[in-house]
Every structure is written in structure tokens, then in C-alpha cells.
């Protein structure tokens, strides 16, 4: 997905901006980069965070970076802050988001004369090239922002810096959360509101959907309103999240229990303990454990010292060896145990299959899966959720391919959607025995709303039930 941070103060930002981008290290697996405005112009620095955690790769660039504005990111695709050169003079941008119709945009600015774009090493366009080409079009920074926000199907926040402040917009249905927090040396921009509270800051303002601010080390002026209409990713709640988080002054790790609770009064299965899968199961497995009365334990403990997010590799096949290396069982809390093990979600079903597979090895006697959100039947197209090239990755899509002999219409889905339908049922007596689990339930998708604690209509659902 990918998070952002920027810093305007009245003494040198550098140590912020380097721990504000820091704690967004959750969100992106690639790219991480700071450009920072001092006296001597633009300074910036972006590294791949592949291989390594983004400060180590920095540690460096901050001891030679000044400026008191400054603005980050921790990226999943594109390197970026990009920095800019055109009629509004020089700035840099960086941005969260997901561009739909990016072929329709990129031929729309050569229509109109935009001579040429950079392609990345994966033959794409920057998205973050793409959004500076068409805030460019416009007359000035404000109105560019909001043409960006009309044109882009899909999602598209941003922090843009020049000599004047950080210019802050959220996606415009607030799809992304974007906060501002303040302290006596002047203001940050943030994706996650938890980043700047060791660093002096207190919680100021949570932009609405489509508003955009202007920062300075004095003050937060807003620029454009915000929309009436929201529609903030649900998935921040049940798996993006750190657990220090809170969006839309919801918590994500109270989210979590409230959701493991759900899932527990609807439960019949008595296992011998509750466990999680690490990280995001856990919070999950928690809330369970305390309303049904089964013990919490923890018979898999995940190696972090060297294997945190931000070093997982971007080929899937790598990413699932990886995942299984990072898990270490307890053989002593498996060995002939009953255990109900809850993950955030099923996405392919792989390593939750592998997962399973090694607790029967390590001597368990029943595995109950218990997702946290309802099946995922469609890929997202308003976030970078997952790097699934195609929906039919999605393995609750391919057992109703399966079911309905390729036969497949949304009215079909739709069905499936519906906890209360045979077809649902069957659908999940498929994934049950194609991941060879003892037992399988998902959450229901009325019971995470109501976890969550958001009004329903301000939330974006679309990855189950395929509404806009």
C-alpha cells in the first residue's frame, strides 16, 4: 500500500521525518525515500528497502540532510518523493494511492502536449510522474490538487512540498487516512496518527474525504473542504493496521478484539486453546479468547530480529517461503491440542494451508480456521491491497469458478456474498476441504462492520460484496 510523512518546523526536521517515515515501514515493501527544503535548496535521497529496513539504509543521508520542511514515504511500488520542476516553480511530491485509468490519463496530458513520461524498470509510469503531469495542467498547485482528485479512478492522496509548506489532500472518499499533529516547533502530515506521538506531537486535525491543507512551522490552513461522502478502507481495521493506530478515532487493536468477540458468539467449536497468527491474527485471536472463555496461547512465535515487514521480498513464491521461515512453532503447546487459529484473512489460501499442515505435523489433533473478515470475491480496485495480478488468485473466487462451471456473474456473487445462502455454505465446505482444515468459518461481514464501530455507509466493502 504505502505510507507518507512530512514535517514543517521552525528548527531542522530531519530527526522527525526520518522517525515519522519510519513507523510507516508496516505499509511498503520496496522503496523508501525524504527530500527535505533547507537554505540550499531541495535535498533527496530514496534507496531500495528490499533487502533492508529503511534506517539502515538512511542512517547515513540523515546526518547530511538539513531543512525545515520535509516530506517521506515507505513505498510498495514507485520510488518516490519525486521532485519537480515546472510553471509553479520546484517542488516534491509523494503520494498514496491507486490509479485505475492511468492509459486513459497518460494519453489525455500527450493530447494535450505533454512530451514525455520516464518508465520504471517494470514498464510502468511513475503514478506519482503521472499526478505532478496533471496538477501541472492547472494554473496553480490548489486547483491542480483538485483536477487530481476528479480524474483519478481509484484513490489518490498527497504530500507536496515547496518553498511555501507541505501541501496535504486527502483521497477524495477518504479511502486512506491523512492526519495532522502539532507541537510547539510546528506541524506533521502523517498516514498513521501513532508516528508522531513519541515525537512531541499531539493530535490536531484528521482531514475529511477530498480536503486539502496547507502546513507551515505556524499554522494548518485548509485550502478545500471536505467531501460529505467517505468511504475509508475497512481492511486498515482488520489487517493493514498497526496495532497502535486508530482511524476515524477508532482503534485498530480494540477493532480487533471487538471482531475476535463476534466471531466467538457465533462460534460452536470448544478447542483447547485460541491462537493467532502473528502479527495482525493475534489482536483478533485475543478478543475471542476473552469472550469464549478458551485459553489464549501462542504456539507460533515469529521471528523478527531479522525478518520484520519491510524485508519481504516482492515474488510471491518468495514472500510465502519467507512467511513460513519467519514462523516457529512451540511444540509444546501443539503437541495433541484442539486449536482454533485466527488470521486477518484468506487470501490464496497458501500459507495458511502450509500452516496448517505444519501444526498436524507438529503433533496437533484439529485445526479450526477462523478468518477475521468474510471471503475476499473480488481484487480492490481502489488500493494497492495484495499483489494479486488477477482475482481468480483469490481462492474463494476459484472454488466458485470451480462450483459454477466458469459460469460466473456478478448476480452469482452476489449470492455467495450472503452468509445466510447454500451457495455460501458450499463454497466454504470447498476452501475447507482444499486446505485440509478441520474446520472453517469466516467472519461475517454485518459482524465486522458493527466490531469496527464506523457507520456502515462511510465504509468501503467492495473486496466482499462488490459494492461501490
Not at 486512506?176 to 508522531?196: D, H, M, W
Not at 474446520?439 to 467492495?462: H, I, Q, W
Request: with cysteine; net charge negative.
Amino acid at each position: 500500500m504505502g505510507g507518507f510523512f512530512g514535517v514543517a518546523s521552525h528548527e531542522d526536521c530531519v530527526f522527525d521525518l526520518f522517525f515519522g517515515i519510519d513507523y510507516h515501514s508496516h505499509l511498503g515493501t520496496r522503496r523508501g525515500g525524504m527530500t527535505v527544503y533547507g537554505e540550499k535548496g531541495f535535498n533527496r535521497a530514496i534507496h531500495n528497502i528490499e533487502n533492508a529496513p529503511f534506517r539502515t539504509k538512511f542512517d547515513k543521508d540523515v546526518q547530511e540532510m538539513e531543512g525545515r520542511y520535509g516530506i517521506g514515504c515507505i513505498s510498495d511500488y514507485e520510488p518516490q518523493p519525486l521532485i519537480i520542476r515546472s510553471h509553479h516553480g520546484t517542488y516534491a511530491i509523494t503520494t498514496v494511492g491507486k490509479i485505475n485509468n492511468m492509459d486513459e490519463l497518460i494519453q489525455m496530458l500527450f493530447d494535450q502536449g505533454h512530451a514525455h513520461f520516464q518508465e520504471m524498470s517494470t514498464g510502468e509510469v511513475n503514478a506519482t510522474e503521472l499526478v505532478a503531469a496533471l496538477i501541472n495542467t492547472r494554473a496553480n498547485l490548489i486547483e491542480g490538487i483538485k483536477f487530481v482528485q476528479d480524474v483519478v479512478e481509484g484513490s489518490m492522496s498527497i504530500l507536496l512540498l515547496n518553498q511555501a509548506g507541505i501541501y496535504a489532500a486527502r483521497d477524495k472518499y477518504g479511502r486512506t487516512p491523512l492526519v495532522i499533529g502539532r507541537k510547539q516547533e510546528g506541524f506533521c502530515a502523517s498516514f498513521e496518527n501513532y508516528a508522531y506521538k513519541n515525537l512531541g506531537y499531539h493530535d490536531y486535525k484528521e482531514l475529511g474525504p477530498g480536503e486539502v491543507v496547507v502546513i507551515t512551522e505556524k499554522n494548518c490552513i485548509t485550502l478545500s473542504d471536505p467531501n460529505n461522502n467517505m468511504k475509508i478502507c475497512t481492511f486498515l481495521w482488520v489487517y493493514y493496521g498497526y496495532p497502535a493506530s486508530s482511524y476515524e478515532g477508532i482503534s485498530v487493536e480494540q477493532m480487533r478484539y471487538n471482531c475476535g468477540a463476534k466471531m466467538a458468539q457465533r462460534d460452536h467449536v470448544k478447542p483447547d486453546i485460541v491462537a493467532g497468527v502473528p502479527d495482525s491474527g493475534t489482536a483478533h485471536a485475543v478478543g475471542y479468547a476473552n469472550e469464549s472463555g478458551i485459553p489464549f496461547s501462542r504456539p507460533f512465535i515469529k521471528y523478527t530480529p531479522t525478518w520484520p515487514r519491510s524485508f519481504m521480498p516482492t515474488m510471491q513464491s518468495k514472500r510465502n517461503l519467507i512467511a513460513k521461515m519467519k514462523m516457529l512453532a512451540v511444540n509444546d503447546l501443539i503437541q495433541d491440542k484442539s486449536i482454533l487459529l485466527i488470521d486477518d484473512s484468506i487470501v490464496r489460501g497458501t500459507q495458511l494451508r502450509e500452516t496448517t499442515e505444519y501444526l498436524y505435523e507438529s503433533g496437533a489433533k484439529e485445526v479450526h480456521i477462523r478468518p477475521a473478515c468474510p471471503p475476499l470475491l473480488y481484487g480492490c480496485k481502489y488500493l494497492n491491497f495484495s499483489r494479486s495480478n488477477s482475482e481468480m488468485d483469490l481462492i474463494a473466487r476459484r472454488v466458485i469458478e470451480r462450483l459454477e462451471n466458469g459460469n460466473v456473474t456478478n448476480e452469482i456473487l452476489q449470492e455467495y456474498a450472503d452468509p445466510e445462502s447454500e451457495k455460501y455454505e458450499r463454497m466454504v465446505d470447498e476452501i475447507c476441504k482444499e486446505l485440509n482444515f478441520t474446520s472453517l468459518r469466516f467472519n461475517r461481514l454485518d459482524d465486522m462492520l458493527e466490531a469496527t464501530g464506523v457507520d456502515p455507509c462511510k465504509l468501503c466493502t467492495y473486496c466482499w460484496d462488490g459494492k461501490e
